[in-house]
Nanobody, 119 residues
Framework: QVQLVESGGGLVQAGGSLRLSCAAS????????MGWYRQAPGKQRELVAS???????NYADSVKGRFTISRDNAEITVYLQMNSLKPEDTASYYC?????????????WGQGTLVTVSS
């Protein structure tokens, strides 16, 4: 089965930057959307940014103007560039891929990478 592995998380001061990467174990066919979610302790997982096939990137209001989602041409790796980080950005960040192939819907999740922003 295909796997997603996130990397790039760490500790950074407020106002700093990080770039997260999500690498697939192989090329994934039938993708409809790729995105990044985040979840802080005791809070619900929320969508941060996504790229939908045939459309443009979308962002949560809380990160607009600060975060940028991108992908390579083969859709093997998706990135999240995070600038002007704030303490409220502290969370585990998860990569997500959704699609349809072989007459079935599919969804794949990474295991997460921790981002901690200090005051």
């Amino acid at each position: 089965q295909v796997q997603l592995v996130e990397s790039g998380g760490g500790l950074v001061q407020a106002g700093g930057s990080l770039r997260l990467s999500c690498a697939a174990s192989r090329r994934i066919y039938g993708i409809n959307a790729m995105g990044w979610y985040r979840q802080a302790p005791g809070k619900q997982r929320e969508l941060v940014a996504s790229i939908i096939s045939g459309g443009s990137p979308n962002y949560a209001d809380s990160v607009k103007g600060r975060f940028t989602i991108s992908r390579d041409n083969a859709e093997i790796t998706v990135y999240l560039q995070m600038n002007s980080l704030k303490p409220e950005d502290t969370a585990s960040y998860y990569c997500n891929v959704r699609g349809y192939v072989d007459y079935k819907n599919f969804e794949v999740w990474g295991q997460g990478t921790l981002v901690t922003v200090s005051s």
